[in-house]
């Protein structure tokens, strides 16, 4: 395709790639400041800009291994079109808003993959799946909130043993401070992993109409853009979401929030190092039954939790469907 030609719908696929950046950051503010709107200790408008500032900042801290991944490590470059990308897109786009109307916390992750994984089989069939970066992936959506889920309980047990002796007035005291950290060590975690996922769509989409030249990068104006849309999306909230997170799976004290967003930042850390494009999502709601499940097992509501996960493993497949009609509409024309 000749460059010069595909601009103007190259700028335009990068205004929906960047929206989809936006939506992300409305869907999934509820990850970052869930815990610490529910225990009080910042007000929502507060809140929001405090995990929008640590958002925005997330690459400074984190290599780009994550844009790696979701460039060249879910479907072949090679295949790449703007059809496929807007296709993508659109499947992630359209899932997020029903999820986001419904306040279910799906993953924006998984609808990003799941639109890539439909366009790219509506164009060629399996051939075009990078097997070993997927299966990296789906793995992922069970360890994320598992590994997320035991470091905030060991957490929460190791911090009830160290403040046995203190008194509540005292413990929610300290926890109250320690959470602006905790809050913002999840922020960072969380612009990092799931910022990086729409710097890959836009870099391979680059990469694929010639703009990148022989090798793939991503360009730090694309960090730059990416950064900023998904820090802005995070300043508009998405208080259903937070409701759900905050206090519906189960009631949190500072105490417990503190062990739930520093077991997610970890398990967030670990992962953007590794390039694994998780779920923060996945991650931050294993982390929260982790600590009810901590005071005790009937603190969790597990109907909700269950729903939850159910909705986890209908992202994917949900979003792969939307993008491959989308797909197969525009190759029509």
């Given at each position: 395709m000749d460059a010069t030609l595909a601009l103007p719908l190259l700028i335009a696929l990068i205004g929906i790639a960047l929206f989809f950046d936006f939506l992300n950051g409305l869907h999934d503010a509820a990850n970052s400041i869930a815990t610490i709107v529910s225990t009080r200790v910042l007000r929502p408008q507060y809140a929001v800009a405090w995990a929008a500032f640590f958002n925005f900042i997330a690459f400074l801290f984190f290599g780009l291994h994550v844009a790696e991944t979701l460039g060249k490590g879910i479907i072949d470059p090679q295949i790449v079109s703007p059809a496929v990308i807007f296709a993508a897109l659109m499947g992630a786009?359209?899932?997020?808003?029903?999820?986001?109307?419904?306040?279910?916390?799906?993953?924006?992750?998984?609808?990003?993959?799941?639109?890539?994984?439909?366009?790219?089989?509506?164009?060629?069939?399996?051939?075009s799946i990078v097997w070993s970066g997927l299966s990296k992936t789906v793995g992922a959506i069970f360890l994320s909130p598992m590994i997320g889920f035991l470091?905030?309980?060991?957490?929460?047990?190791?911090?009830?043993?160290?403040?046995?002796r203190q008194t509540p007035f005292a413990v929610d005291k300290t926890f109250r401070v320690l959470q602006?950290?905790?809050?913002?060590?999840?922020?960072?975690?969380?612009?990092?992993?799931?910022?990086?996922?729409?710097?890959?769509?836009?870099?391979?989409?680059?990469?694929s109409q010639g703009y990148l030249g022989p090798e793939f990068h991503v360009p730090f104006w694309v960090v730059i853009s990416c950064q900023s849309a998904m820090a802005l999306g995070t300043l508009f909230g998405g208080w259903k979401i937070v409701h759900t997170m905050g206090s519906k799976i189960t009631k949190l004290n500072p105490?417990?929030?503190?062990?739930?967003?520093?077991?997610?930042?970890?398990?967030?850390?670990?992962?953007?190092?590794?390039?694994?494009?998780?779920?923060?999502?996945?991650?931050?709601?294993?982390?929260?039954?982790?600590?009810?499940?901590a005071k005790r097992t009937a603190a969790v509501r597990w109907g909700l939790a269950g729903n939850i996960v159910i909705a986890w493993f209908l992202t994917l497949p949900a979003a792969a469907i939307i993008s491959a009609t989308f797909y197969f509409v525009i190759a029509a024309f």
């Open positions: 786009i359209i899932w997020n808003i029903i999820t986001w109307h419904f306040g279910i916390p799906s993953s924006s992750s998984h609808a990003l993959i799941g639109g890539l994984v439909g366009a790219g089989l509506a164009k060629t069939g399996f051939s470091l905030a309980l060991f957490l929460m047990l190791a911090v009830a043993w160290i403040f046995v602006f950290i905790s809050a913002s060590l999840y922020s960072l975690g969380h612009g990092g992993n799931d910022a990086q996922k729409t710097m890959g769509i836009i870099a391979v989409l680059l990469f105490m417990q929030g503190f062990c739930a967003e520093t077991g997610g930042a970890l398990t967030l850390f670990g992962a953007t190092w590794l390039g694994i494009p998780v779920s923060t999502t996945h991650t931050i709601t294993g982390a929260i039954i982790g600590v009810g499940a």
